[in-house]
């Protein structure tokens, strides 16, 4: 089963910028799609960012113009810039081989990484 790992979570104030990373454990990120999800304290888990094999992009609309994600091959990486960012960012954030939380069923979630926005 595809397994991932996230990192570059941290405590940052309001309008500062973080970039997160996804990297898998024992496979080659170029094959597949690769999407960030996030979930907030209390709240249900929601997608934020997609990437396709081909470098399509999408975004949710709460993250449109603020967010960027990448494809980082040589490394086999993705990666999620966030710029400006806001509290109500604040949540733990997960990437899985799919785009929609519908596809992303049966996925074996990594541990995350934490984002904080708060002055």
């Known amino acids: 089963q595809l397994q991932f790992v996230e990192s570059g979570g941290d405590l940052v104030q309001p309008g500062g910028s973080l970039r997160l990373s996804c990297a898998p454990s024992?496979?080659?990120?170029?094959?597949?799609?690769i999407g960030w999800f996030r979930q907030a304290p209390g709240k249900g888990r929601e997608a934020v960012s997609c990437i396709s094999t081909g470098g399509a992009t999408i975004y949710s609309d709460a993250v449109k113009g603020r967010f960027t994600i990448s494809r980082d091959n040589a490394n086999n990486t993705v990666h999620l810039q966030m710029n400006s960012l806001k509290p109500e960012d604040t949540a733990t954030y997960y990437c899985?081989?799919?785009?929609?939380?519908?596809?992303?069923?049966?996925?074996?979630w990594g541990p995350g990484t934490q984002v904080t926005v708060s002055a």
């Open positions: 899985a081989a799919a785009c929609t939380i519908l596809a992303a069923q049966g996925t074996n």
């Open positions: 024992r496979f080659t990120l170029e094959a597949y799609p």
